[in-house]
């Protein structure tokens, strides 16, 4: 679903999507490294912390290209930077910082439509909207376009039947 996801949405922004597909097929590279088990009440549970900058160095040390391995490295990123460390993140590039918001949405559609997760997304739409005015993209068309994506993904029950 991530990779369908990104080449929807840079396609739909006119991304180039070869780096961001291959950064959503291995993002998430990094929980096989650094899975951790805890055992709570009796319950086994996986964490999965900085397993983004994990897989980035595995990545990197495969000989992945710096987009890819930087696109792994800062997935998440959007969670806990403000706008401006976004593009400072970015470098001031416009085309790097598209990229990130279109990984990061394509991201956020694979995990579908439970409604903690679309609450989650709703509160950094803003956010999201600026850093896509700054990177010369169409937000409202590329949230559109996550909608549609994960519509198709994850039907609702009436929408199936």
């Excluded at 951790?36 to 595995?58: L, T």
């Excluded at 909207?129 to 376009?145: E, W």
Aim: some cysteine.
């Amino acid at each position: 679903v991530a990779v369908d996801a990104v080449r929807g949405l840079c396609n739909a922004v006119g991304v180039g999507w070869k780096d961001a597909g291959a950064a959503m097929l291995l993002h998430d590279v990094g929980k096989i490294l650094q899975r951790q088990v805890k055992d709570q009440d009796g319950k086994i549970s996986y964490n999965f912390w900085d397993h983004e900058a994990a897989g980035a160095e595995w990545l990197k040390q495969k000989g992945v290209s710096p987009e890819v391995e930087f696109q792994v490295r800062h997935h998440m990123e959007l969670r806990s930077q403000t706008e401006d460390g976004m593009w400072a993140l970015a470098g001031g590039d416009k085309d790097r910082l598209a990229r990130m918001m279109t990984v990061y949405l394509a991201d956020q559609v694979s995990k579908g439509d439970k409604p903690d997760q679309l609450a989650s997304l709703a509160n950094e739409t803003p956010k999201i909207m600026n850093l896509c005015a700054r990177a010369g993209i169409d937000g409202a068309r590329l949230f559109a376009t996550a909608d549609a994506l994960r519509a198709q993904h994850f039907p609702t029950p009436a929408a199936a039947g």
